[in-house]
């Protein structure tokens, strides 16, 4: 199965690859180490590990679809967004966004190419998506996407998840992106 890269004028998704292991590195900060509660910085092992299971996923139709989320025109990642597979009709959606293209909408726009695609080609039906209690911008990116909270429950770094649900079905998730065969969170995040 040829990866997808899906357009818009807002952001383009394509699958990462071993090239974009320094890039990728440099989008990490503090937040995104808070927010995840990573133990610290990714080493570089832990992201070429990483990026090579994603690759493994999308060759084999695995379970997890995770793309890089680049500006359209330059290519610069801007961030990552992940759907994974959890049998039974729902995907787990995460989503990052790098420190220089935060609070632009970008999140946002890219988590709905993700669902849409998932929708499709995944058969999904519907999101869960897991946010840590404080982190307002995640919170934000949820309730933007029609997520509603279902419940709560502990996080394995001693906080507390909201957990989010999406419908899938039956809503127009395409929107004017365009999917093109091709090219190069909570969970399963690149970290020791």
């Not at 394995?156 to 649900?165: E, N, Q, S, T, Y």
């Not at 127009?172 to 365009?178: E, I, P, S, V």
Request: hydrophobic share 40%; proline share 5%.
């Amino acid at each position: 199965m040829p990866p997808e890269i899906i357009s818009d004028q807002l952001a383009r998704l394509r699958p990462l690859d071993l090239g974009d292991v320094d890039e990728w590195m440099a989008g990490e900060d503090d937040e995104q180490i808070r927010w995840f509660e990573f133990p610290g910085s990714a080493t570089r092992h832990n992201v070429v590990d990483a990026i090579r299971k994603w690759v493994h996923s999308w060759r084999t139709r695995g379970p997890v679809r995770h793309w890089a989320v680049c500006e359209p025109t330059t290519d610069h990642i801007l961030g990552g967004v992940k759907a994974r597979d959890l049998g039974g009709g729902e995907v787990n959606l995460s989503y990052v966004v790098f420190p220089w293209a935060r609070r632009r909408g970008i999140a946002t726009k890219a988590a709905e190419l993700a669902l849409a695609h998932a929708a499709k080609e995944m058969g999904a039906r519907t999101a869960i998506i897991k946010v840590l209690e404080g982190n307002q911008a995640s919170l934000s990116v949820a309730r933007r996407l029609g997520a509603v909270e279902s419940r709560r429950e502990p996080s394995g770094g001693g906080g507390v998840f909201i957990v989010l649900r999406r419908d899938l079905v039956g809503e127009r998730l395409t929107q004017r992106a365009t999917s093109q065969p091709g090219g190069s969170t909570q969970s399963e995040c690149v970290h020791p």
